[in-house]
Structure formats: C-alpha cells, structure tokens
C-alpha cells in the first residue's frame, strides 16, 4: 500500500488501518537491517517483511494480514528478536512480542468538556492496591463512591508496562504500553469513560525522567535515546537534545494518552531530572503536545519538581514576539513551560513536622510552626530562594504572584508514606484530634487538595516500597532501600534495619492492598473527610478559595486563622488551634472582627462528635474568643438582629 494513503496517529508504532492490515515504523538507526516477525497463535513465525529503511533512522513497511491481536517483534540485523518501542500492548510483559491494538473504542464521554484548573480535589491512586482485584475494571466500580465523596479528579499512578509482577510504576520500559498487570488497553478506556460518565477527571502520572532497568530495550534501536551529558538519580538521562526523533518519542507520548484513552492530563514526575537546554525545553514541548491532543477539552498538567522551579507553571513566552521586540532568544528562554500546577512539598513537611514533631532528615528545615501554615496556604512555597540547610545550597523560586490553586497540598502522597519504615499512615502518627485539625487546613484552605487512596476513611493498611525484580536487580533494589532510608537517623538502629518490610516480597505488595470494608468500620473518619469535601463544593467562597489568597495571622503557638474576604457571599473564617486551649483575651487580631453589621457564627468543626471528637463549647464571638486545643472551626457570617440607628447596608458594597 502506497504511504500516501495511510493514516497515522504516531509516528512510530504498529498502526492498524481501517480497510485492514497495519502500517509499521520503527526509528531505529543502530542497526542496518530490521524486519518485521509476524507470529501465529502458538507464537511461531508466519511471516518476516524486510523493512525499509528512510533517510533519517526510520524503518517502515505495511503488513497486510495484521490483525487486532496479533503479535509480532522487530528482528535486528537479523539477529534479535525485540518488542516494539512504541507497543501499544505488551500482554506477556516487556520481553515478549508486542500486540497489534485497535484504539478505537465505543466512547460515551462526547460531551465531557474535560477540567478546569480550580475547585478540585485530587485523589492518588495505585491501580495495583487499590482494590483487592488490582485491575482497572474493579477500580472503575469504586469510582461512584469516589465521586459520591466529594473527588473530581483521580491521579492515576505511572501504569507504562514494566517487569515483574508488581510495582509502583515508575520504572515503565514501554511508555505507549498500558500495563497487562491491571488489565486490556480497553479496560482502561472504560475505566476513564465511566468516571467521566460520573464527572471525574483522570489524570496519569507519567515519568520522562528515566526508563526501568529492566525490559529496556531502547539503546538497541539507538544509543541517542540517552545521554551521558546529564545525571540522574534512577538510571540514564534521556536525551532531548539529540536527534530529533529520539525527542519526539516523549513528546508524542504525552499526546497519545490524552487522545487515545481520553485522560485529562498528566502529572510530571520528578522534572528536575528531565534536563534539557534545547531552545524550548521539552516540559514545554510536552504541555503543548498535550493541549494540541486535547483540542477544545480542558485538561490540567501538573508537575512534580523539589528544587521547586516555578517557570514550570509560568506561562510560555511567545518566542516570536521577543525576537519582533528585540529583546532576543534569551528573553525567551525567560518564559515558562505552560504548566497548571506544582506538587507542593514544603506544606506537607510543615504538616508533618506540627503533626509528629519529628524534624529528621529533609523535616529539618521545617518547624511545623502557625506562621508556616499561612505562608503555605497564602504563598505556596516556603522556600522561593532562601538557604536550606539540608541540602547546603539555597532552595525555590518566586512565587509570591501565583495563585493558590497552582499549588497540589497534600498531607500523604505515594513517597511520603513509604519515606518511612513502615509505611504507616500520618493518622496513626499524631493524635486524632490533630490531625483532624491540620487535614481541614487542606481542605479548607485555598490550595488544590489531594488525597492519597485511603486517607478518606483513616485506611490501616500501609504504603511501602515494592518492586518484583529478577534475583540481581532484586538484591541492589532492597540494598538502595536501605540506603535512601539511612539519611533518617532513626533508621539506621539495627533493630529496625532488620524488620523492614523487603519491597521484592510480594506480600509486602499485598500488605498494602487497601481493605475498603474500612469506609464502614471507620465511618467516622470517613464522614469526617465527606463532610469536608462537600463544604468545599457547595460553600460559595471555599468553591472559589484557590482563585484567591487569604489573608492570614498567628493568634497564638500552635494557633492559626485564614480569613478569605468575599463581598458577594460574606467573609468566611478558618481558626486552627495545634496547642491547647486558647483564650483570646484580649482579642486584638483584625482578621477576628466581624463582618459588617454581621457576627461570626460557628458553621463546622472538627471536635464534632460524629467524627468521634469531644464536642465544641459555645464560642460567644461577642465576647471572649475561646478557641479548644487540637482542633479547626469554620465560621460564617449571620446578620445581627437589627439595632435601631445601625446602617442597613454595608458602606464597601
């Protein structure tokens, strides 16, 4: 069949046409000769094509009796047998022949119109635990009870293919390969089609930082996918700043799981380590792919960078009009990589440090102080620039003009939970009433909440490190464990050494399968977590909280307040209170004061007795405030009864 005449989504890959058979292309300059090995069903060859070769790497060629699955590898010079690099399917794991796929699937999400960037709330989730079934067809039926709940987005982690039978994701070899772990690329187009059914975004975490050691089969088609230019903390660098099609792999990548299998966006992990000094730094180059394959959906790109670099969510310069200006390509470099969000670490360390009062290993620089909460929940980062001393070099940013919602909160994540020796979750590391206080400063507060699987009903079962590797890889995987452990002194005492959990056991994977029968035993955890969300959702001013900053002031050690100002719906307060009883006498922080011609009344608190609190007194806040210890208290305005003489309307409307 002529080329002219074929249609093509990528440009690499086993693309199956509409009147049959499939167009093949590889880039694959390393070797001189490739072809095509077609199998049949008992995986011996049916027939070999010679491939030809383009002028720049490319191989091609057109098998007219492909069919949706059929298998088929790539022989190098005549030698190796290799799976696709671009495999749509890897249904017996990387070493094994790829899979012809039809993407085309019964979609029923025509009028989902995708997600904005304010007013969600996120939900991490691992396919493999998440359910006892571990598939993506028994997480699609959990999905109703997830929206129920109050979440509008689900972060899927990384589900590119890998070996082994278990693992976090991150070491994905074949990047276009949803994993047969969790079951068929339609599984997965049905999982995302139902949350979208029930007005949940999905979003993927995808990792363009490094490829699994395992399965990796890249170098053989060309060495210049990777770089000895760069470092990495997992493996070799990528090279984005080599040959065009080596770049273009990645690029497309981001483009093909938002048209293919309709996600709405992805999250970025660990950027620091995606190096690039091209022109336009391939993060840019993703984010727009991502939006060019999302056409009129919205879609929301988030990243994942510690030294905390805010150009990532900037928006892009337009290089052309610099240049027309004169201010040259320097001036654009300057712009930012177009992004939506950025993980936020700095508020889960100060989180974590009010909560256990642990300051070991990167807690050491947080205080866990009143005034840290406000900075998080008014500027984002704490650390846009300053010295930091555990890494002995300055640290972020500016990112005071940013808005709240650009930054993702959380109080667990899949690394913090494992950054431990046994993975246990931060509800069973503080008290109860604690962290009750310090989970409604998420929710309530202005940034782009985000719950880790579990966290919403006080989950019991931990998240740790696992990853199923053949012997060799087996022993360096658990002596690195221990390694990245060491850097909390805690961890280096022998007795724990010896009973951490090994990550190549497989039932230190099943251990971390969540129980959901725990949304009914521990129903007021789980009530607890609701009932906030719904607050968040139909709340007029805590729905628009992340499109605003807050002001903000210490009312005592340990004690906060947040006061969002809104005309239109009237003030609303946040008061935490970490220490103990509080008396504000006198009371003489501003943001107490009531709104005009209104008193503050006590809308929601976390020492409610549903969510196995002790109670609330009576807070007169005419009088003296009392604020209880260990606990949060939302407030909202009433009108006063009317006084005679008193203005019936206030002067700033």
């Known amino acids: 069949m002529s080329r002219a005449y074929l249609r093509r989504r990528l440009t690499v890959g086993a693309e199956l046409q509409t009147d049959g058979g499939a167009d093949v292309r590889v880039w694959a300059p390393a070797p001189a000769r490739v072809e095509l090995v077609s199998l049949e069903h008992e995986g011996r060859a049916a027939r070999t094509l010679s491939m030809t070769r383009e002028p720049d790497g490319h191989f091609n ?22 799976p696709d690099p671009a495999s749509r399917c890897q249904p017996d794991g990387p070493h094994e022949p790829s899979q012809y796929i039809d993407p085309s699937f019964p979609w029923t999400d025509s009028g989902w119109k995708g997600v904005g960037s304010n007013g969600h709330v996120i939900y991490e989730l691992h396919v493999g635990t998440f359910t006892r079934e571990g598939t993506w067809a028994a997480a699609a039926r959990e999905v109703e009870e997830l929206a129920r709940i109050g979440i509008t987005i689900i972060e899927m982690m990384p589900i590119a293919d890998f070996a082994g039978r278990f693992g976090w994701g991150y070491d994905g070899v074949d990047l276009f390969a949803p994993t047969r772990l969790y ?12 949350a979208h059914a029930l007005g949940v975004g999905v979003i993927l975490d995808v990792v363009y930082n490094h490829l699994g050691p395992d399965g990796n089969y890249l170098d053989e088609f060309s060495p210049d996918y990777f770089t000895a230019k760069y470092t990495n903390d997992w493996g070799r660098a990528i090279n984005f700043e080599g040959p065009p099609a080596a770049r273009e792999f990645f690029v497309q990548n981001a483009g ?42 919205s879609i929301l790109m988030i990243a994942e960078n510690e030294p905390q670099d805010t150009r990532i ?35 889960h360390h100060a989180a974590v440090v009010a909560l256990t009062g642990r300051r070991e290993a990167y807690y050491r620089d947080y205080l866990g102080s009143a005034q840290e909460l406000i900075s ?88 740790l490190y696992f990853a199923d590797h053949k012997p060799d890889l087996a022993a360096a995987v658990r002596d690195g464990r221990v390694e990245f452990l060491g850097q ?30 725990e949304r009914r035993s521990h129903a007021s955890a789980y009530r607890f977590h609701g009932d906030l969300m719904a607050l ?12 605003q900053r807050p002001e903000g002031a210490v009312l005592g050690p340990g004690a906060l307040v947040l006061r969002y100002i809104n005309r239109e719906h009237g003030d609303r307060l946040v008061v935490v ?53 260990g606990c949060a208290l939302l407030f909202t305005p009433e009108a006063r009864p009317h006084q005679k003489g008193a203005s019936e309307e206030a002067p700033y409307k």
């Open 61 to 82: 060629v057109f098998d007219p009796d492909a069919r949706p699955g059929g298998r088929y590898w790539f022989r190098l010079d005549g030698e190796r047998l290799r």
């Open 183 to 194: 079951g068929t690329p339609h599984d997965l187009r049905a999982f995302i089609d139902r």
């Open 256 to 297: 093909y799981w938002i048209d293919e299998f309709h996600f709405d966006g992805l999250r970025l992990d660990a950027t620091q380590d995606i190096k690039d000094a091209s022109r336009e730094h391939v993060i840019a180059s993703v984010v727009s792919r991502a939006r060019q394959a999302a056409s009129s959906r």
């Open 313 to 347: 969510i900037r928006p892009r310069a337009d290089a052309r009009n610099e240049q027309a200006a004169g201010l040259g390509e320097a001036a654009a470099k300057r712009g930012g990589y177009g992004a939506d969000a950025l993980w936020n670490d700095d508020a």
């Open 376 to 463: 998080c929940a008014r500027f984002g980062y704490l650390y846009q620039g300053q010295y930091y001393s555990w890494q002995s070099q300055r640290r972020g940013t500016p990112a005071l003009d940013l808005m709240p919602h650009a930054f993702v909160t959380y109080l667990e994540n899949h690394d913090q939970v494992a950054n431990s020796a046994f993975g246990r979750r931060l509800h069973q590391l503080a008290s109860p009433a604690r962290y009750r206080a310090v989970a409604a400063w998420m929710l309530l507060g202005p940034s782009t909440p985000m719950l880790f699987q579990g966290q919403e009903f006080s989950s019991s079962r931990p998240f």
């Open 488 to 517: 909390f002194p805690s961890l280096k005492d022998e007795a724990i050494r010896r009973v951490l959990p090994p990550p190549t056991d497989i039932a230190t994977f099943e251990h971390c399968k969540l129980d959901l029968t």
């Open 536 to 547: 968040r959702r139909s709340d007029p001013v805590l729905a628009r909280a992340g499109l």
């Open 577 to 629: 209170n970490l220490d103990c009883d509080l008396d504000l006498v006198p009371a003489h922080e501003p943001l107490m004061a009531p709104p005009w011609d209104a008193r503050w009344r006590l809308a929601w608190s976390s020492e409610a007795p549903e969510y196995d609190g002790q109670g609330t007194a009576d807070i007169d806040t005419d009088k003296a405030w009392t604020i209880p210890g």
